[in-house]
């Protein structure tokens, strides 16, 4: 699961403490693969995770190409373009990590018009950087409950 190894990158080379960092979310926190959330449990870092690296690409092209202009409603039957573009609408997170075995790829992501603009290198900033290298207020934040829209 290439979450686990981002998960362990994200605590053990980028600073981010133990406590602010949570993978395979519950369906009330959007079922999200990785999230990085600032003290008060705000989403700054979502991370979207393929077994296939390929994927990632043609999903973020797909969904900027299907989602920038508005949000998708989720009525329709599963479709991994539309779940990340309700995702990322949802939550507003800062950065979006795009997750595959042995790749990891950091995007700003800007809203309406909803994109993802690649990082410095593609590289997720350090916790320090993003004022996260603190211990959260309590020792483990708990998932995020989010509302759907």
Do not use: C
């Not at 080379?13 to 369906?27: D, I």
């Not at 949802?90 to 790829?105: E, K, Q, S």
């Amino acid at each position: 699961m290439p979450q686990i190894a981002a998960y362990v990158d994200a605590i053990l080379h980028l600073g981010y403490p133990a406590g602010r960092v949570l993978f395979e979310l519950p369906g009330a926190a959007l079922q999200l693969d990785l999230a990085i959330l600032d003290d008060t449990g705000r989403v700054v870092v979502l991370g979207e995770a393929k077994r296939d690296t390929a994927m990632l690409a043609t999903l973020r092209a797909n969904v900027e190409n299907r989602y920038s202009a508005t949000a998708p409603d989720m009525s329709a039957a599963k479709d991994e373009v539309r779940q990340l573009a309700w995702r990322l609408w949802t939550v507003a997170p800062d950065y979006t990590w795009l997750i595959g075995p042995n790749h990891r790829l950091a995007f700003e992501t800007r809203p309406s018009p909803l994109r993802l603009q690649l990082t410095s290198g593609g590289r997720l900033p350090p916790a320090a950087n993003l004022g996260l290298d603190g211990q959260p207020p309590v020792a483990m934040m708990p998932p995020p409950k989010l509302r759907r829209p």
